[in-house]
């Protein structure tokens, strides 16, 4: 049964008469039929069992190149032996991979089958597949596929490898992916054979379908003037690409910038896109501050040798807010000449490249080395004070070279006597460069500097009794350490606490800096200066009295004395709060106008603390009379009111009268200056009413003293 619903999907292969043969098959069964019923006894009864081991030992040792080639053999073969057989039919399983065919004997008038089924059998053949791999690995060098997709072109390889009948597995493993090369291992079912591995390797075709977005973006980004500047640029673009056979441009409305592209390719370039229609963007030109910022950059001198220079190049174009970026490439490296090519961003356009030649700066390495030789050689032998010294020969010698702009040293020690001095060079940027640091060897004196900067930290960090003791440290310190000959020139500031002095070294050691000034900690208080104070007595004025907060240290819990040099105008005392030293100042008496005290303030025992202040006190006259409250003028006359003034200084002070209104009129008469003895004149000018007055005034500097009323009467 398996047998026959397999034949049910079988092709047939018939000789080339097979189509007269099939018809005849059929008339001739027809007839066989009709006479078998009048003549069964005619008919031979036989089985397949001879024709199933002739077929058998005819296919044993052959073998074919497709199971297709092995059922045209059988059908064509015409000698057979075996009883009853006129000729054979061989059919193709259509739904098996096996490499079998199905044979079905026709016979010869007389015969018949002994069983039902007995007419149609299956044989086994041998295949070798070599042709048909071969043939099918030719049509698929003249497949395409993309060679920027592998994973896809394995793909449909293996598949197309799979349709030979008879391959059960394929793996395909990529010798070279840029050019296609591929090697296949094959395995093949019972009974087919082929080669095991296979190299081969199929045509590269380029998808240009990321080169057409990506000038069609490109053209999006470009401004145009008109539209034949936009059509010309257009079939440029798309010219370029590479693989691009011809492009033809039509508008489909150009009033909307409107635009279709038709295009054709070389044989080893496909896309999809063959037809590209879009619309443009109108943008806007910054073509003008593009040329200005190159014409900037391209007038402008720069180090070749520098690793940098594309950067420095595209740099000043990084600031814009028009451009995406900026390219650099090398039109001609010898020649110095370059090229800058601009992709802007969408909404502007401008000038795609821009090519100029490189302004080198000028090297003056050599010519800085040859100065430190020349100096090196003029100073052979020479053993320095100190690195100072070498220093400023250096710098005199190396700012003379053109382009060299700031130098800067720093020294170290090699051995006892040689030292590196290492030299920092900045260059005029705009039109020079160099190397950034140079060296030379000297001899100098072993320099002590650190050794006696070392004493001045064990200097600061102790106590002395007083600046005497502090000088007498130095003088006796100091000459111990080695190459110090002696101290001189040692003094002191009693403000400052500094001791002054200079070192002098013997002659195989220096110091670059010898004159030095260190500041004492003395055990002795300090007051930190005091400001002038000033107290008044105006206007009956408060400011009689002040307090001072002192600065200072170590003077908490300590006395302090003062001296002035008037007695009897102030007083002075001390007193502590929240640790703060404090003075409280105090007017004893008015004065006539205006007295200085000089008060000398310090520590008790200690007259290095000393400090000295002013005080001022500002007095004011004060005004004594016997004359009643209310003075009675007769019109035209004159009234004398007679008062004492003490604290007034008439040399240095005005003394001075005024009046309420124009009824009187006032001045002052001087009756006896020594004793303080004045009068106020009170003239009546006109009566008054009834109950009418006015005040007269005696006044001091402009400011009212005394006020008397007056009353004017006829």
């Known amino acids: 049964m398996k047998k026959l619903l397999q034949l049910l999907t079988v092709v047939t292969i018939l000789p080339t008469v097979s189509m007269a043969a099939v018809s005849c098959d059929v008339s001739f069964k027809s007839k066989e039929k009709s006479e078998n019923k009048t003549t069964e006894t005619s008919t031979k009864r036989i089985k397949n069992t001879e024709l199933k081991l002739e077929v058998e030992s005819l296919l044993k040792d052959k073998t074919f190149n497709s ?19 006129l ?12 490499a079998s065919i199905a044979i079905t004997p026709i016979l010869k008038e007389g015969y018949e089958w002994l069983d039902t089924y007995g007419n149609v059998f299956e044989v086994y053949i041998k295949v070798d597949l070599n042709n048909e791999i071969n ?5 698929i060098k003249n497949n395409k596929y993309d060679e920027k997709n592998l994973e896809s ?46 190299n081969s390797e199929t045509k590269t075709y380029t998808n240009l379908k990321e080169a057409i977005s990506s000038v069609k973006s490109k053209i999006q980004e470009k401004g145009y003037s008109t539209n034949d500047d936009a059509k010309s640029t257009i079939i440029r673009l798309y010219n ?18 409107k635009y279709r592209v038709n295009l054709t390719f070389e044989s080893t370039y496909y896309s999809d896109d063959t037809n590209v229609s879009d619309s443009l963007v109108k943008n806007e030109s910054v073509g003008k501050e593009v040329e200005q ?9 720069y180090n070749i040798a520098d690793e940098n220079i594309e950067e420095e190049l595209i740099k000043p174009f990084n600031s814009t807010n028009y451009l995406e970026s900026v390219k650099f490439s090398w039109l001609s490296q010898p020649n110095n000449t370059y090229k800058l090519t601009f992709n802007y961003k969408k909404g502007y356009f401008g000038p795609e490249t821009l090519s100029a030649k490189i302004l080198p700066k000028m090297d003056i390495t050599d010519m800085i080395k040859g100065a430190i030789t020349n100096i090196e050689f003029e100073n052979k032998g020479v053993v320095y004070e100190n690195a100072l010294k070498v220093q400023e020969i250096f710098s005199k010698n190396l700012k003379q070279i053109k382009g060299v702009q700031t130098l800067d040293f720093s020294t170290n020690a090699n051995n006892d006597n040689t030292y590196k001095l290492s030299i920092k060079v900045s260059y005029d940027d705009e039109n020079y460069f160099g190397n950034k640091t140079f060296e030379s060897n000297f001899e100098m004196k072993k320099p002590i500097d650190d050794n006696v900067l070392k004493q001045k930290s064990i200097f600061e960090n102790q106590e002395f009794k007083n600046l005497d003791a502090a000088k007498e440290y130095i003088s006796n310190t100091l000459p111990k350490i080695e190459g110090v000959k002696e101290i001189v020139n040692i003094t002191s500031d009693s403000e400052t606490k500094n001791v002054k002095f200079t070192v002098i070294t013997d002659e195989l050691h220096s110091m670059q800096y010898n004159v030095l000034e260190w500041k004492a900690d003395l055990k002795f208080s300090e007051i930190k200066p005091i400001d002038n104070q000033e107290l008044s007595w105006v206007n009956g004025s408060q400011k009689k009295y002040q307090d001072i907060k002192l600065s200072g240290y170590k003077l908490i819990g300590k006395d302090l004395t003062f001296k002035t040099d008037v007695d009897n105008l102030i007083s002075i005392t001390e007193y502590e709060k929240n640790n703060n030293k404090y003075l409280s100042i105090q007017s004893l008496t008015n004065v006539a106008g205006v007295k200085t005290v000089k008060v000398d303030v310090q520590v008790y025992g200690q007259p290095e603390s000393q400090v000295s202040f002013e005080v001022k006190i500002i007095g004011q006259p004060v005004i004594t009379t016997e004359e009643p409250w209310q003075v009675d003028i007769a019109r035209g006359k004159n009234k004398d009111v007679h008062f004492h003034i003490d604290f007034y200084d008439d040399a240095s002070n005005i003394l001075d009268s005024d009046q309420e209104d124009n009824y009187i009129t006032t001045s002052i008469i001087k009756e006896d200056v020594a004793n303080g003895l004045y009068i106020l004149k009170i003239y009546g000018v006109k009566k008054n009413k009834l109950f009418g007055s006015q005040k007269a005034y005696i006044k001091w500097n402009g400011q009212t003293l005394w006020t008397v009323r007056t009353k004017v009467s006829s």
């Open 67 to 85: 199971v297709q080639e092995a059922a045209e053999f059988i059908a064509t073969y015409k000698d057979w032996k075996a009883e009853g057989v």
């Open 87 to 98: 000729r054979v039919q061989a059919s193709i399983f259509t739904e098996t991979d096996a």
């Open 135 to 139: 043939k099918k690995i030719e049509e």
């Open 153 to 198: 072109a394995k793909t449909e390889i293996i598949q197309e490898i799979k349709k030979i009948k008879g391959i059960s597995s394929v793996e395909l493993n990529w010798t070279d992916e840029n050019l296609l090369k591929y090697s296949l291992k094959l395995v093949y079912k019972q009974n087919f054979s082929g080669p095991e591995v296979v």
């Open 240 to 257: 370029n690409i590479e693989g691009v056979k011809d492009v033809t441009f039509e508008w489909e409305n150009s009033v909307n910038y």
């Open 293 to 301: 910022i190159f014409e900037v950059v391209k007038n402008k001198k």
